[in-house]
């Protein structure tokens, strides 16, 4: 889900009012962008739930946004890297730091910020027991998952895609020589078993987490990164259109996480997850929002992935700072808890973009170029 702007090279043209125009070579999906922000600020919704809506969820499916994410992910990776890893003007080794340095400098914050909360919150009060742990918080510098009876990433929960996601973009490197599409055909129709039967086992895709349904969250991706490579292995080759659906789909797809879905909640996922986000995709790679609201578009491009990263982590904090300040659970403050939650949210997103993000990466991808 972090990619930042999706870009490619190619000759696409854009048609405007009838009239057909090249388009520059250096080519920015939009309405891709427009949907990756929307899932996260879904996500968010869907995990602040007790502070806005006791005894309810908000957007009860938005779990399958990270799908929606890893899908995302397959097609920006081989836009971004497919020819130059192909063609050896990439290594492993580069790309592979690469992809670290644009997930790790806002996944540590999160981790820090994650067990700062928990260490001040046993200083403050040790009858709610001693959660930092020297293991895990070694394992988290690490990117690794705790393997126990918890989440994989206890400090910032939401981190196991990001985890997974690193291993999918890892695994797409090393074996993309033998990834002809015939094989990679197979990858997806394997992994896509594999989801139908683990899916319906466990009731639903909302897996991967903890170490109980890891191998859920291994499925997921699998499936969902490399259908995300073989949707752009046969994009739409046809003129680029500035059309409405470019403005309506990143905000359909709210509508795909609306229901509450009881009984075959496992058949709604699994048809969301391989017929309506991989279609939707295809289409929104196929038309663009008018160049006046491209600025919008790629900001929320731009605060998808801090948004995703630091959204639990903060809801601790601030969850935890209502607890203290008012004497009663933050909970029980909803709605307003809630909103003072998204508010320090989007703002420490977009703060932390600017001043420290986008900066520290600038610098490690300076310094990158400078091994080749």
Same mark, same amino acid.
């Given at each position: ?160 895609? %990001?985890?997974?996601? !690193? @291993?999918?973009?890892?695994?797409? #490197? =090393? ?5 002809? &599409?015939? $094989?990679? /055909? ?123 990263? %630091?959204?639990?982590? !903060? @809801?601790?904090?601030?969850?935890? #700072? =209502? ?5 009663? &659970?933050? $909970?029980? /403050? ?39």
């Amino acid at each position: 889900m972090a990619g930042g702007a999706i870009q490619a090279t190619g000759n696409a043209h854009t048609q405007l009012a009838g009239e057909a125009i090249k388009a520059p070579v250096r080519r920015t999906y939009m309405t891709l962008d427009g949907m990756r922000g929307i899932a996260a600020l879904c996500v968010m919704l869907y995990h602040f739930s007790p502070f806005l809506t006791p005894g309810s969820t908000v957007l009860p499916k938005a779990y399958l946004a990270v799908d929606m994410f890893f899908i995302l992910s397959g097609f920006v990776i081989s836009h971004a890297y497919d020819t130059r890893l192909s063609t050896k003007k990439l290594g492993l080794r580069n790309y592979s730091l690469a992809r670290f340095i644009r997930l790790y400098p806002l996944y540590i914050i999160s981790i820090a910020i994650g067990a700062g909360y928990y260490a001040l919150r046993f200083m403050i009060d040790p009858g709610q027991g001693n959660n930092v742990h020297p293991q895990s918080i070694l394992l988290s510098a690490f990117f690794l998952p705790e393997l126990g009876n918890r989440a994989l990433y206890y400090y910032n929960p939401a981190a196991w895609s %990001l985890f997974f996601e !690193l @291993l999918a973009n890892f695994s797409y #490197a =090393l074996f993309l020589p033998r990834l002809n &599409n015939r $094989m990679l /055909l197979g990858v997806v129709s394997a992994s896509a078993i594999g989801l139908i039967l683990y899916g319906l086992h466990h009731g639903s895709l909302d897996v991967g987490m903890e170490a109980s349904t890891i191998l859920g969250g291994a499925l997921r991706v699998t499936f969902s990164f490399f259908l995300g490579v073989l949707i752009w292995r046969h994009r739409a080759h046809i003129a680029i259109r500035i059309h409405w659906l470019a403005y309506v789909l990143p905000v359909a797809i709210i509508g795909v996480f609306l229901p509450s879905v009881e009984s075959g909640s496992a058949i709604y996922d699994l048809f969301c997850v391989m017929v309506i986000f991989p279609a939707v995709i295809y289409l929104g790679s196929a038309v663009e929002p008018s160049p006046t609201m491209h600025g919008v578009f790629r900001l929320s491009a731009d605060l998808s992935y801090p948004i995703y990263v %630091l959204h639990t982590p !903060l @809801l601790l904090v601030v969850g935890g #700072a =209502l607890t203290v300040v008012m004497h009663q &659970n933050a $909970m029980s /403050l909803a709605p307003l808890s809630g909103l003072l939650m998204i508010i320090t949210v989007l703002s420490a997103s977009y703060i932390a973009l600017k001043v420290y993000d986008t900066p520290v990466r600038r610098y490690l991808s300076g310094q990158l170029k400078k091994t080749r």
